[in-house]
């Protein structure tokens, strides 16, 4: 082992040296850049240091010296490849410079600094920070830059275009440390607030965009257990992922009162393993990009032990000391005391791993060089790839145009979803005009949306006088002075966003405003979810969380000692539990238990159960019988949803009342078969509308404004029309109903033995013969459990618009029968809602459609909703029921094991493919476009280019006509529904137009350049790159969710 020490690598200072805060090592090995107090970045070469003992080395030693930051630098850090430089400040702004092979300038006339012996440029100035950047790192494939600070954000940064693709806010304090995953699965960051957070991630395209990365980077898991009791005093908490991918090692944890460094296993996000030798907080961690064996280069290893690879990791912190650690040895390999005079404050190995650069508070760059064996042998480099392979590393290609046409298309796809961008962002600020296309001004139902001022048009402001202003004020900004930190006098720096201006980073907001959109006020949807972009949801704490805020501190009780609520609150979030606090008026409080705000619900009064047929006991199905009530009660308002009914001013407010009264239990005449009649009435804004009786004791009523409906105990279901003028005779069933719901002229009756019954009662027809639930409660016994489980119940029924049965279960599941293959699909499970991405659950958006209208006044499909309406239901359940923690600790589990690399990835294509053959099925239209386009996005976005393809000639499939028009049979034809499969020859899928639909698919695939041979040939089928479509034509691809 060897220390050098160069007394000439330094930052200079009027009276001492800077404090260095950061070094990194070049990719090829051969720059060292330094960052320091004096604002200045320097690159310095390594050969140099190595030969900073030979007096007769005259080679340049700094071979650049950078000054762009206005304040002290905390970071810096080389790309993978070496291109780009990036530097981070107290001035909240990361630098980008480049290599420019030019010759460099020349040095500036007076000044003390050396002349540059290369030439790094600026590049960009990023903002994002509002408060100092504390560290920033690469993904080791380029993709992305992250950068984290004091204002407790981690930004995510394209590494093509530099544009702000996402502000993650998971983070309560600090966050002061960040490393990537060399498999290119995950970074993870550290914090002040005693945790290290862990987010998946997928390496984006070139073309990402902010809009693109929505349900990128999320949250896997956090971290809390070895941070519980560690020291806020530290200025750093740099870790470091290990080159097998397999641990973390992160600085400032603590075991019991004494300092250590924790080993976190990947997967189980567990850190029991800690390294403990230092006597103060450990600030930096560092693992050395190789893995070593004991043996030397060509030796073999005993027979029967195979070689074992070894990582090796460097740690450094504020007691001033260097430790090598070595996963072969639980004893440091180096202790170097007193290496320097301050804390140390960065680590950085070369890349052949057989020396370590330290930098430190007092100025200095200590360098530790080892002979070969002192570590271990270092492996060839390809032994990395080959221990990363079990994780699934994924680092693709960037792909290059092979023809015009693809370069158009591309363009043309890009153009289409940056118009969409400028729409939302108008609607984001209240614009509800619309944009003239071609110099005429855009209209809306023929009208023109020009303002008028007693039928004269009013003029538009210049766009000159615009243009002018904006260069007045941008000739103001650059020639703005300031008085540096010496007291001179300069031009103050204009900082230029690294959006460009091409594209918003700001989130994409999707609304829609009434007026533009020439609905009623009244019928425009509440909110719209867009579905093209899976959701993010609400911040950890909910509505309060996102209005109040989650920074907040600790409430401290009277009379306990310091820093006990936290103390609970941490002993609680153990073993991966989320604890529930609340927002007192002096900060967080563990929840308290609190009894319901109406107390007890109260049971219905009742008479006696339904009496039960003997005979029905063998029965396979035997679902629950309701008791029969002396009052059974319904209230609907005028569209015919129900309503609440259960106080008389409740009451007063529906718009039907529909109610029976049974008789009571005693008999008037004292004879038991001597009973009162049941009495039914309907009531309209509390006017009777009409009286009816019948025999026997009613058990389920309901209805609409298409007609109403009873069922009795006897398992007789009598229907009336709106005005009480029966329309049939009892219709009799086999048992007593259970279920009975109805939806405009359709009508569900779900009996005791699970037989399901639909009629259309416009036409007194049934659409298919009685079905049993059988088939789904069997199906449903058999879980992921040991032994098979109790069958679940049914929690909710009903109908759509095509009188299809909805079922969902207390399990989770939703199914839904399918008359034209006489048989059940299940549309949802719990395996979604933990395996895939596109879990999109909180928003109700897709519901309000149900209730909206089209411009002519056509009803838009209620089924839109019903498979939102079924997750959220798959979520509800499960969360009750707590199985989703044990899944994702399963799946968690899985994703770090050998063969499960593309699991999510996966499961998430398969959670749409699923939901696009479910709408398809049900008829939901407005669902069926909006998760095909999602489908053909990832499919672009994964390069799945036999899925993609197979996709396009489906859709076109329908379009060319077939040679043999009899091709299939009349067999093959029975029980088809026009426009519902994918082979249907009537040009429509799902209500949609095949070339409608390809049109859309093709626009969201042409910016992904590895598909562009499948969708170049789609799109010349098409026109799209046509003269007369690129000069005016068609802009519906402009609209479509992307």
Known sequence: MRIVKPVWLAHPGEKKDHEIYSCHISPDGERLVTGAGDGYVRIWSTEAIYNATDATYDKPKQLASMSYHSGTIHTVRFSPGGKFLASGADDRIVCIYNHDPTPPPQATFGSSESPPVENWRLFRRLIGHENDVQDLGWSYDGTILVSVGLDSKVVVWSGFTFEKLKTLTSHLSHVKGITFDPANKYF????????????????????????????????????????VSSPLTTYFRRCSWGPDGAHIAAANAVNG????IAIIERGTWAGETTLIGHEAPVEVCAFSPRLYSQLKPGQSPPAGHPDQHTTVIACGGADKSLSIWTTSSPRPLVVAADAVNKSITDIAWNPSGDAVFVSSADGTIVVVGFEPGELGYAKDVTEN???????????????????TDALLLEEMSKAGEQKQLEGRMGALMGDSSQPATNGVPATINGTSTEKQVNGVATPKPDATDKNDKDQ??????????EITKDGKKRIKPLL??????????LPQTRLVNASAAGVAADEAPKSILDLSKPFDGLPKGGIQALLLGTKRKFAEMEGEEEGYTQKVIDAASQNGRVPIVEHAADGLVPAATRPAKTGQEPTPEWIRPAVLNPALTTSQVRLSVPKIRTHVVAGYDHSGKPTDVSSEPLRNKADYVFEARNAPAASLTGRAQDREPCRITLTRKNQPMWQDFLPRNVLLITGNEEFWAAADETGSIFLWTPFGRRLNSAIVMEAQPVVLECYDSWLLCINSVGMCYVWNVKTLTSPHPPVSV??????????????????????NARLNSEGRIIITLSNGEGYAYAPQMYCWQRLSEVWWAVGS???????SGVVDVMSSKKKDGEKVNPAAGILPWMERRTTTETLLRGRAYFLQRLIKVLLSREGYESFESSVSIAHLENRIAGALMLGSKDEFKLYLLMYAKRLGAEGLRLKAEELLRTLVGGIVDTDDPSAQSLAAKKNVIEGRSWEDESGLVCGWDRKELLKDVVMLLGKHRDMQRVTVPYARYLGVLDKETLNGGSNDADAMAS
């Open 188 to 227: 993870a960051t550290a914090s002040d607030d005693r945790s290290i957070r862990i987010f998946r991630f997928t390496s984006p395209s070139q073309n990402t965009t902010a809009t693109d990365s929505v349900n990128n980077f999320m949250l896997e898991t956090t971290i809390v257990q070895p941070f």
């Open 257 to 260: 009162p004494v300092s250590a």
């Open 385 to 403: 790839d080959r221990s990363l392979s079990k994780f699934g590393t994924s680092r693709k290609g960037m792909g290059f145009p092979e023809t």
């Open 472 to 481: 007045e004020k941008l000739e103001r900004l650059k020639n703005r002075v």
């Open 496 to 505: 230029i966003s690294s959006s460009g201006g091409a594209e918003s980073s």
């Open 774 to 795: 059988a088939p789904v409660l069997d199906a449903a016994v058999y879980s992921l459990a040991a032994h098979p489980t109790g069958a679940p119940a049914i929690t």
């Open 837 to 843: 991405q596109y879990w999109n659950t909180t928003d």
